[in-house]
């Protein structure tokens, strides 16, 4: 959380909730994607430890919903259903 509020706090004010509204919508996205990844991401701990991509994706690739596809437009379509402007 320091890291993310850090990065916020870093931006010009006229940027920061362009990038908090980001990544509000790309955490629900990834919720609704793969929801185990998402509060694993959300619950890494502080301490900088190495990502390794590979054993992640090996823990949760069957954590994967079945018949999800995985593109732009219907992750933006998404997005827009539950965030009607």
Do not use: H
């Not at 991401?41 to 190495?50: G, S, V, Y």
């Not at 991509?53 to 949760?60: A, D, G, L, Q, W």
Request: charged residues 25%; glycine residues 2%.
């Amino acid at each position: 959380e320091q890291e993310a509020c850090n990065y916020l706090d870093s931006l010009p004010a006229s940027e920061r909730s362009r990038a908090q509204r980001a990544a509000f919508l790309a955490g629900l996205a990834l919720i609704k994607r793969n929801p185990a990844f998402a509060y694993w991401m959300a619950e890494w701990p502080e301490d900088n430890l190495p990502f390794n991509t590979v054993s992640i994706k090996e823990t949760y690739q069957d954590n994967q919903p079945s018949g999800v596809e995985c593109n732009f437009y219907k992750i933006k379509k998404n997005i827009q259903t539950l965030f009607p402007e």
